[in-house]
């Protein structure tokens, strides 16, 4: 089992190696993910968004990793009003976040003051109150213990208004298979590791269902993955 402690590490450095060796894929929260997938996630965004600015939108991002999600699309939807509002799982993440935005963020940006999130832990008050217009979480379902993806749909429950929308980034199985033959090895390559692998999109569903969500969408994306959308009742 991977700690929370050594997982920010692993995924820096060794572990980044290890899967991107065994599947050729991009490894997942390395710079090189987040810089291929960040446009067509915008791409889906896009859609969730109002066209114009008279009223700001809110995102809270989940492991937001190095920021580089956040740093591009709230730059590419400024006109849009968006405020977002990035999360991570340690301190020094939240730091790191913190660094980067302010080194790398044009002055008067709506990035907030990214917040300590460890999804297996309660959620921090100030975000549970219902108050987000959208959740987004990046190449983390797969690359988390179980217990933390419960949490994403518990605080996706929390904090959206009604009728808000998540979207989660990544690979998934379907009606009790993954696919291709690339997303199985991938999926091995996360089980030997821990309590991670590619899940099944009927277990998200159940999750979801208990925290007043339901899958509204399901978005084909480069590379054998997928966006699933996601709607609060
Ligand atoms: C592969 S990285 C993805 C990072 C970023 N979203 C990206 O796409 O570049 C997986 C992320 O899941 C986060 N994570 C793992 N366990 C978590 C937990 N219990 N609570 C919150 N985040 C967690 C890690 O800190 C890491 O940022």
Known sequence: MVSARLLPLLLSRSLATSI???????????PMASERNKSPIGDVLDGYLPSGSDERTSLLEFSSGNASHALYLEK???SRGLDW???ELTQGLVNAIERRVKKEGDAG??????????????LP??????SFHLVLSVNMIHIAPWAAVQGLFKAAGCALVPSGVMLTYGPYGFNGTIEPESNVAFDTSLRSLGDWGIRQVSDLEAEAEDNGLWLEKVVDMPANNKVLVWRKN
Do not use: E, W, Y
């Open 85 to 87: 509002k990035p999360t």
């Open 109 to 122: 940006n709506g990035i907030q003051t990214p917040m300590l999130v460890d999804l297996t832990q309660d």
């Open 20 to 30: 991107t060796s065994a599947t050729s894929r991009p490894s997942p929260g390395s």
């Open 76 to 78: 590419r939807f400024r």
């Open 125 to 130: 008050s100030i975000l549970s109150h219902g």
